[in-house]
């Protein structure tokens, strides 16, 4: 990928992220009835995100603006308005992060099948932000359901939202910030579908169909996933069984019953959105045919499981400067991932009734190192090769692949960082 190319997915990046910023406040303007977008410009600094490259078919806040006008809701007061800015806060402060790599996949499944126009550019800014804007619902969810105090270095958004509480003085304020969250992620996920109704009308008509089904299907499937996430941690750990859970070279693979159900849990909630869907949007916008499409997720979907794996890794062994969280975290909350898993299938059954003891329950600083070594003796290396076999199989895919060669170059780039990131 040479400098332009990477320029140029720099601004895409930016200018969803100045979208996003402007459609959640554009939404919040709606909500009250507003005539201008003075939440916008209060909230978020963001001008318009596509007036370079959209023409007339730029974003929908002008519209949305002259709706409200037409519509107007009661008028507004001073404290409303403060209250649903102090509402959309976290999010608009969990937009301003991320790696962007739901974005980068839609436009690359797009650029795979046709070249990027100025209006395709529109439309995949659109569609960007209503991945961006989904990903902000489920990160919000996901750390009330793991009680996470941080998110990429930040509180998260039910800890700001407990903070609030306390600065009004307002009665319980842990459960304030927690039921608070819940509502900010069920906004947001509101919002993601009407970036998706925006894009929509920029659609041809015979890939609509296609688009809002692809979204809609990886919504739920990630629902479902998160639904499988919180089975495991709450069933009891199976029994270990060296020779039930090891094959002919001694090596735990990903057929035990234990590796498969978290192979389930990736597979809904995290392959389905990381990568695979993404990667499906952007090509069905761009008219690609199923098989197409098919043979696209071919790639996407031993990426998405590497790309699970190596966030599995970082949440164990990453540098908490670089991965925003506890690096015991995942242990703490349970989390019954492919290392542990691993993990358990070799260590001695003393060292597997240790893990299985404190698995789920906060730790002190000297048995996070334990559980860290423990883990990290037993299972790295094979979680390592798992990444890298994982890898290697979707680049063979990649290769075999009918696109064009800027978008199977980006790929081929983009998987290689993963492989080697470190948040």
């Known amino acids: 990928m040479d400098d332009r190319q990477r320029q140029m997915l720099h601004r895409f990046t930016t200018d969803v992220t100045r979208f996003t910023h402007e459609f959640v406040s554009s939404e919040a303007d709606a909500i009250l009835g507003c005539e201008s977008s003075d939440l916008i410009s209060h909230q978020s600094g963001a001008t318009s995100a596509l007036g370079h490259a959209s023409g007339d078919n730029g974003t929908k806040t002008a519209a949305r603006s002259a709706d409200t006008q037409a519509h107007p809701a009661d008028p507004t007061t001073g404290e409303e308005r403060a209250s649903i800015k102090s509402f959309i806060a976290p999010a ?9 790599l739901r974005t980068l996949l839609v436009w690359a499944g797009y ?35 793991d009680a996470s105090p941080l998110r ?6 039910q800890v700001q939202l ?7 003085r307002w009665e319980k304020p842990q459960k304030f910030g927690t039921s608070a969250a819940i509502q900010l992620g069920d906004f947001m996920l509101s919002t993601a579908f009407s ?11 015979n890939t609509t169909g296609s688009v809002m089904s692809i979204f809609s299907r990886m919504t739920a499937e990630v629902a479902y996933g998160q639904y499988l996430d919180i089975a ?6 199976p029994p270990t069984d060296a020779h039930a859970n090891q094959d002919q070279l ?21 392959v389905s959105y990381s990568t695979a869907g993404p990667l499906d949007l952007g090509a069905a916008a761009a008219g690609a045919t199923e098989e197409q499409r098919e043979d696209l997720r071919r790639f996407s979907t031993p990426l998405g499981y590497a790309f699970q794996l190596r966030d599995d890794a970082l949440g164990l062994f990453g540098d908490p400067q670089e991965t925003g969280k506890s690096s015991s975290s995942d242990f703490q909350e349970g989390k019954r991932t492919a290392l542990l898993m691993i993990a358990r299938a070799h260590l001695s059954q003393p060292d597997v009734a240790w893990i299985d003891s404190h698995i789920g329950h906060p730790l002190s600083v000297e048995d996070q190192q334990h559980a860290s070594s423990l883990i990290y003796s037993a299972a790295f290396d094979e979680h390592e090769h798992m990444i890298t076999r994982l890898e290697h199989r979707a680049i063979q895919e990649l290769d075999t ?18 492989h080697h990131r470190t948040k």
């Open 92 to 100: 608009l402060d969990l937009l301003n992060g991320g790696k962007h």
């Open 111 to 145: 650029a795979a099948y046709t070249p990027v126009t100025d209006g395709a550019y529109t439309l995949l800014v659109h569609l960007g932000s209503a991945l961006e804007l989904f990903h902000t619902s489920a990160l919000i969810h996901d750390d009330v359901i």
């Open 152 to 157: 990429r270095g930040r509180p998260s958004a």
């Open 162 to 168: 407990a903070q609030l509480a306390q600065h009004h």
């Open 195 to 205: 970036a998706l109704a925006d894009a929509s009308a920029l659609l041809p008509s």
């Open 232 to 237: 495991a941690e709450s069933e009891p750990l």
């Open 250 to 270: 001694g090596s735990a693979t990903l057929h035990s019953a234990a590796l498969q159900r978290a192979r389930q849990v990736i597979a809904h909630k995290s």
């Open 401 to 418: 692949l009918n696109i064009r060669h800027q978008a199977a170059d980006f790929l081929r780039e983009l998987t290689h960082e993963m």
